[in-house]
């Protein structure tokens, strides 16, 4: 440690790893400060409205989007990879009822590693397929898990549907609408990729040990759960059910002003002005409002945006609405519980985790920072019988 009287500069730490550049990425773009996101120059209101989730998957694992049969192919891998095996299925069905939805898929995707005898394989295009293969299993993984924990049986995926459809018709045991799933495909393409985010970051560190890209997506889910990343969807949405209706939301916002209580859904690390995903979803919430008849959560999130952009306090510190603002209620009305809003998250973000691995492995260096170490200079072993 270094002499308190010494002049020698301190090393710079940069906690959180916050603005220092670990890595090159060509997948997305994210312009924090104009409220802009791409995926490979698409941006992302193309891409929520006119793409389908497996448009973009195929964008971000092959890098250009998909002709009509280049697309059918790929729709048949995921469709073929929508059937658990045996084991695997076995293995959700084993879980306690009262865990964590998104740990079912973290379970599921460790038992596919577990069964694979090229999990090892990490070429380019082992890596790919194995990629397919997670993004068509882990939404039968979440359906399966829902509907077990309320004593229902899981549902054969149906091939002819696709990603969005097929996962909810798997959680609700029948097709939606039109609405639903056009609803259900908007948010999987909207969260399926955004640059070097935490749990981005935690798939590209596990990879770069020469790990596998089963220990890459299950360090990602452990990652992606946390309150300040992808659980920040779950407590959206318990923050509305908690204040109830309009009504209660000038007071919310003022006893949160007061006890210094965050409102979540506002706020991003790297956006400084309305994510740019939230018109997208706010759209669709809308809509499923309207035709459920019943628009509580969508327009009481609407109230809090109307409050907290003309209040100085929310505009002096850049607090807009972000990704979970409106992608809480629009869960929550497509039938999901809160608790399974993480996963929903995961089941689309895959797609993103595992195009950066496959980035990282193109040019791998272990991923090891350092740390500055402030504990004690030396100290002397004193066997357990002397010590006071």
Known sequence: MADPGSTTTAPEINRGLAGLIVAETRLSMVDGTNGRLNYLGYSIADLAQHAQFEEVLYLL??????????????????????????????????LPKSGDPIDAIRAGVTAMAMEDPTCHDLSH???REKSIRLAGAMPTMLAAYSRLRKDEQPLDPDPSLNTAADFLRMVHGKRQSKTFEDAMNAYLVCVCEHSMNASTFSARVTISTISDIYAAISTALGTLKGDAHGGANQKSMEMLLEIGSEENADNYVEESLRTHRRIMGLG?????????????????SAKLAEETGNATWHNLAHRLEEITATNQFFLDRKLFPNVEFYSAPLLYMLGMTTDMMPGAFAISRVGGWSAQVLEQLEDNHLIRPSALYTGPESQTYVPIDQRG
């Open 268 to 284: 991003h690390r790297i956006y400084k002005t309305r994510d740019p995903r939230v018109n997208q979803l706010m759209g669709h």
């Open 61 to 94: 694992w092959y890098g250009e989007l998909p002709t009509r049969s280049e697309l059918d192919e790929l729709n048949g891998k995921l469709t073929g990879a929508r059937k658990l095996s045996t084991s695997v299925m076995n293995v959700v069905k084993a």
């Open 125 to 127: 295009d082992a890596v």
